[in-house]
């Protein structure tokens, strides 16, 4: 349904479900009184700069311009975002190194997490210098420690749960053993010290190194069952990890194959499936599967997340089937014209994408405003 923006201001909703048409920067300056610091994740696919003729927006402008422009759109996000919460931006290589100085500054140096590396591509280019198969999501956080707190680990792989078994029948039920020692650099005395296994053989720390315990906390763990010794009861002391009580997940990478966050000709599959456009289809879309491993990671059921740069509307897209709610803006009108039949499919159930993952059904709506 398309309404017009004075009944946004009439109806502030906290659990937008919106595609806005209209200049990214005129939108953000209309809508802080009614976001600011209620957005726990953005993600922005901003013009690369390379000079390319695409058919949805203009990616050749001069270079002072395309970074003052994007500054302007930074400088305004920032505001948006949550204490916790974090921006993800897509780019290559034409304008990466001065978006990474750009960011520095708005957000500050301290507050960059990361550069993730995604495999875009997983076919060779034999048409230029070198076959370019990568582009970059440079992470900053609104503020790196409460970032650092909201992070999800990604789930756990089979491969990792396998390690959890039960060799002594504990009934307390799957662990796995971990080291007990750690460096010895700020170790105290009393971490070094012998532990004598239950058949009697005694076991110092290895060398450069000393026990995570000290030797009191050590017995109390030896006869609350959480030491492993081996199945001969003389091996090196190791602590039992219970599946139970652990938070069992994956510390998620920077390098992003193209099996993990899918690929570009992945996307254009995507929007094809879709069957909305008449004739040209978006130019540089994304996968759906590459926003499903950034809100994973960045946000939670609930959460909003904000787009000033909609394209083909994957962001909201992907939001909408993880139980996110969403603001997505782009200024070209072809744009979303596409993008809200894209929703509308999301809405009845569409398969393609993420969908089987999910097993996603379908459900809800979404509201189009024109912001003129």
């Known amino acids: 349904m398309r309404i017009q923006k004075q009944i946004l201001y009439d109806n502030p909703d906290n659990n937008p479900h919106y595609l806005i048409c209209g200049d990214n920067l005129n939108v953000l300056k209309s809508i802080h009184s009614l976001y600011d610091e209620k957005i726990s994740l953005i993600y922005i696919d901003p013009p690369y700069n390379r ?34 919460g974090s921006i993800w931006i897509s780019i290559d290589d034409s304008e990466m190194a001065y978006l990474k100085v750009c960011c520095d500054r708005v957000f500050g140096r301290n ?8 495999q875009k591509r997983n076919t060779r280019e034999n048409r230029n210098i070198f076959s370019n198969n990568h582009e970059y999501v440079l992470v900053y956080a609104k503020n790196k420690s409460h970032f650092k707190k909201k992070r999800k680990l990604l789930p756990a792989t ?21 080291t007990l020692s750690v460096q010895a650099g700020h170790a105290v005395n009393s971490q070094f010290y012998s532990i004598v296994s239950p058949t009697g053989k005694k076991h110092d720390p290895p060398k450069g190194r000393c026990w995570i315990y000290n030797e009191t906390r050590i017995k109390e763990e030896i006869n609350n069952n959480n030491i492993w010794f081996g199945e001969d009861g003389s091996s090196v002391p190791r602590l039992k990890k219970f599946l139970s009580e652990s938070n069992v997940g994956i510390v998620p990478e920077t390098l992003w194959t193209s099996d993990f966050a899918g690929t570009t000709k992945d996307a254009k599959k995507e929007l094809i499936s879709l069957d909305i456009y008449d004739k040209d289809i978006f130019d540089t879309p994304k996968p759906e599967l590459l926003l499903y491993r950034i809100m994973q990671i960045a946000s939670n059921s609930g959460d909003i997340i904000m787009d000033c740069f909609a394209g083909s509307g994957t962001t909201c897209a992907v939001a909408h089937k993880c139980q996110r709610n969403y603001i997505g803006i782009d200024v070209d009108e072809k744009a979303i014209k596409y993008a809200i039949k894209r929703m509308e499919k999301v809405c009845k159930g569409e398969q393609g994408g993420i969908s089987k993952v999910l097993e996603w059904r379908g459900g809800g709506d979404f509201l189009s405003l024109s912001w003129k």
Do not use: C
């Not at 078994?165 to 307390?172: F, G, I, S």
């Open 158 to 178: 089979e491969e990792l749960l396998r390690r959890y078994k039960n060799p002594d029948n504990d009934p307390r039920g799957l662990w796995q053993s971990i």
């Open 111 to 118: 507050n960059f997490i990361t550069t993730i590396v995604w």
């Open 51 to 84: 000079g390319d003729n695409f058919k949805f927006y203009n990616d050749a402008m001069k270079h002072d311009k395309w970074i003052n422009n994007i500054e302007k759109v930074l400088l305004e996000l920032k505001s948006f975002l949550k204490r916790d």
